[in-house]
């Protein structure tokens, strides 16, 4: 088992900035891919990001490459979106998650995805 906790969220004006941190505990985290997911009101759990196991590889959702990026610290256990530029429609729950597998991230399935933290609130205002 993985207990993921999210912290950062917030209210940021366009075109600001925030990072949002995920601490996992319980198993060896640094055999886990790590992504975050994006859920907005009346929509469908979405991704985001991903990074492998090492930190090597990372994927991105069309919407926010250039602007996101994520990173890890299997030391810390811990892993993080960096979210620059942000719109208005970024505003949504974001969620991170952990799952066995390594590549192919960007194509997984929400239901590839194992264990889930239970989201942080993130309002992009215009």
């Known amino acids: 088992q993985v207990q993921l906790v999210e912290s950062g969220g917030g209210l940021v004006q366009a075109g600001g900035s925030l990072r949002l941190s995920c601490a996992a505990s319980?198993?060896?985290?640094?055999?886990?891919?790590m992504g975050w997911f994006l859920q907005a009101p009346g929509k469908e759990r979405e991704f985001v990001a991903g990074i492998n196991w090492s930190g090597g590889t990372t994927y991105y959702a069309n919407s926010v490459k250039g602007r996101f990026s994520i990173s890890r610290d299997n030391a810390k256990n811990t892993v993080y979106l960096q979210m620059n530029s942000l719109k208005p429609e970024d505003t949504a729950v974001y969620y991170c998650?952990?799952?066995?597998?390594?590549?192919?991230?960007?194509?997984?399935?929400?239901?590839?995805?194992?264990?889930w933290g239970q989201g942080t609130q993130v309002t992009v205002s215009s």
């Open positions: 319980g198993r060896t985290f640094s055999g886990y891919g």
């Open positions: 998650a952990a799952t066995h597998w390594n590549g192919g991230l960007g194509s997984r399935t929400v239901d590839e995805w194992q264990y």
